[in-house]
């Protein structure tokens, strides 16, 4: 389906045309007439012209590395009409992603079919949050959206007037959505419960909530934790610490056993306890800190945008193993049955698995450029791209 926003042409060749010869140009610019995938090497909808389409690939189409490894299968890509920095969220065999050409998708997880798309009136860069069968998704056009999983359906918009950068966390019936503040939002009717002005500064990630509490980074420098009780709502709010860091923090924290594990721009990821936000441990890394860590397994993952990802030991912050991209990254970490999954910005060998033990290099393949943080379920990876696709593939076996 398709919603047509206020102000916005109706005639999908006035929209997609356009958004479709930047993306295309910048790719091949890039990349050549065409791009393949395969394994680099290991060391241990509708579909006219004129609109976005789905482009079926030939799954005998694949390139294997030189020593024998098995390849990396593209089982399906799915072309949106211009680059695709979100990341995807996957729920009931469907795969929820944005793209800068204004729509969200919902496709087939199996082979790439669209299911839906909807419009906003700006470009998406967060990643949705589904709870039950809502998916939240904030645009650039300044609101938050609430739609139907089956059908997209707009259950309601909340016109916030920020950018949303981030996805929304829910927790209880509640969305906790960054903007200029914490927009706390009633997920059944997208009624406002409360807002949170925070620093000051805007927030560029999405806050953790535990037992009560939220926690969450300014742009301000700042580590706040708020009283997150329903009584907080309805009176004025209480902060109960903050914690001064020397640099914007735009990363999204995670809490674990007590610990509030966040990075920032100034080369350093925390470890706070969440009672107080006296630091545990700090470790200085190579370049700023702004993706969510993942803690997988009694091990903490975290990338920095120079190119570094770390596996650490959450209790002090030792160092398991580090390995070295090369290049700058945008995206977070996916750990999924024993492999460390990192999406590039680099125009090669921009998709790498990592063993996530040992941090020893298992493949990597030319898939595209990217700002997407890959989604791993069911053995298949699903990414969106520079290139305007979004991808399925088959993870070796």
Known sequence: MRSERPGRSSDPQDRSSSYRSVSRRRYLAAFGASASVGVAGCSSGDSDDDQPTETDTDTDDEASATDGDQPVTVEWTYETGDDVEASPVVADDTVFIGSLDTNIYALDAADGTEQWQFETGDRITARATVTGDTLLIGSH???????DTDDGTERWEYPDGSRYRSWPRVVDGVAYANGRGLELLDVTDGSQIDFWSVGGFGIGATPAVADETVYIGDQDGNIYAFDGTPEAFTTRRRQQWVVETAGRVDSSPIV????LY????????FALDVADGTEQWSIDTNGSVREEPQLVDGTLYVTSREGTVYALDPSDGTERWTYDTNTRLESAPTVDNGTVYIATAALSENLIAIDADDGTEQWTADVSSTFSTPAVVNDMIY???????????????
Do not use: F
Not at 141 to 147: C, N
Not at 262 to 269: C, E
């Open 141 to 147: 056009d300044l609101s938050m959206y609430a739609l």
């Open 262 to 269: 966040i990075g920032n721009n100034d080369d350093t990821l």
């Open 256 to 259: 674990s056993d007590e610990t």
């Open 383 to 397: 990414l969106g791209s520079r290139d305007g696709n979004v991808y399925g593939l088959r993870v070796p076996a």
